[in-house]
């Protein structure tokens, strides 16, 4: 089993910051591609933030300049440093990578999501 947990979310004032985190566990040979996807109300899932397995980094217009993404290899884990951050940026925030597991099977998994508000 594979498992993506995310932590970090929460309430904050419109031009805050918050850093969310995402471990991947279990029964994982690699990983490629790690990323981030939110969804509002009423809206479709987007993608926020991807961190590809040749290091490369592709972000949401709406994010740019705001928003980091970062990865530690070593830890499975992946982050996004989220500044300046606007009522519009509210949403839940779902970790995905694509994993090969052990026995060489490759999915895309997604965490349970994160609820980030933005509000005075």
């Known amino acids: 089993q594979v498992q993506l947990v995310e932590s970090g979310g929460g309430l904050v004032q419109p031009g805050g910051s918050l850093r969310l985190s995402c471990v991947a566990s279990?029964?994982?040979?690699?990983?490629?591609?790690m990323g981030w996807y939110r969804q509002a109300p009423g809206k479709e899932r987007e993608l926020v933030a991807t961190?590809?397995?040749?290091?490369?980094?592709l972000y949401a217009d709406s994010v740019k300049g705001r928003f980091t993404i970062s990865r530690d290899n070593a830890k499975n884990t992946v982050y996004l440093q989220m500044n300046s951050l606007k009522p519009e940026d509210t949403a839940v925030y779902y970790c995905n990578a694509r994993i090969t597991t052990l026995q060489r099977f490759t999915y895309d998994y997604w965490g349970q999501g994160t609820q980030v508000t933005v509000s005075s």
């Open positions: 279990g029964n994982i040979f690699s990983i490629d591609d």
């Open positions: 961190y590809t397995r040749n290091l490369s980094t």
